[in-house]
């Protein structure tokens, strides 16, 4: 899996670092004078600095040898959204992203922290819960008409997904810290949307995304008061594909 995810990254750097310098040698050999003093808002090359919002609906299965749906164990999602790269010629941005993402708790999980709250002498038992998503990778994308206001682009990355819950409970004296992780590849992650233009540097629009993954590999750890203490990890037996679909609001800055 992890050799994959090599190949896809250097697949997508190769393609962004042969667009860099291909426009490079095109401004160039055309108008040596437009490649050094051409004014900024037509530099070829600009630094692109992303941050997005929204909220992501799961789809489809968590394992491929359970019956339970994704969204089972975490209901969705509101990410905080980063991306780094840059901008080739105003049409081609390429460069890495990072997301977290607030999960709310899906309705297995939730049943199971809810019994939690009172234990077997009766006593109440202090329970929070609480799921957590985050995805990195790398992405390029095409940008229609990066000088008009309105902008319509697309994008598509290859990366890797976490998926984690923590339960905690604590009743008198004791208490106990659980906490499940589940990590895989996101194999496909197709974006589009539209900038308007805010500006010189700022853009700013809705944008839906569609991320393609499965999870590969889990860990639990226990610590405290656990009836079985210790952390263990593996591989997950039978992986299934599962989707998350993204609809939200990204601001651009172009330096």
Not at 64 to 75: S, V, Y
Not at 195 to 212: K, M, N, Q, S, W
């Amino acid at each position: 899996m992890k050799s994959r995810l090599r190949v896809g990254f250097a697949l997508l750097f190769g393609l962004g670092s042969m667009c860099f310098s291909g426009t490079a040698r095109a401004d160039v050999a055309g108008d040596p004078q437009r490649a050094t003093v051409q004014p900024q808002h037509e530099r070829w090359s600009r630094m692109e600095l992303g941050l997005r919002t929204g909220y992501g609906i799961p789809i489809g299965k968590a394992t491929g040898d359970g019956a339970r749906e994704l969204n089972e164990f975490i209901a969705g999602q509101v990410p905080v959204w980063v991306d780094v790269g840059a901008r080739v010629n105003g049409h081609v941005a390429f460069g890495i992203y990072y997301s977290y993402g607030f999960g709310l708790v899906g309705s297995y999980l939730r049943d199971t922290c809810d019994l939690l709250e009172v234990s077997v002498t009766g006593a109440p038992v202090d329970v929070s819960c609480y799921a957590r998503s985050h995805r990195v990778g790398v992405q390029i994308g095409y940008h229609f008409s990066p000088k008009d206001e309105i902008d319509p682009w697309i994008a598509a990355g290859i990366g890797h997904e976490f998926f984690d819950f923590t339960l905690s409970s604590a009743s008198g004296p004791a208490s106990a810290t659980t906490t499940i992780d589940a990590d895989g590849m996101e194999y496909l992650n197709l974006q589009s949307g539209l900038d308007y233009r805010l500006g010189e540097h700022f853009r700013a629009g809705p944008f839906l995304g569609l991320t393609v993954g499965s999870y590969g590999e889990f860990t639990r750890a226990c610590h405290g008061d656990c009836g079985v203490p210790g952390t263990t990890s593996g591989d997950v037996r039978s992986s299934s594909t599962h989707l998350w679909f993204f609809l939200g609001l990204r601001g651009v800055a172009l330096l």
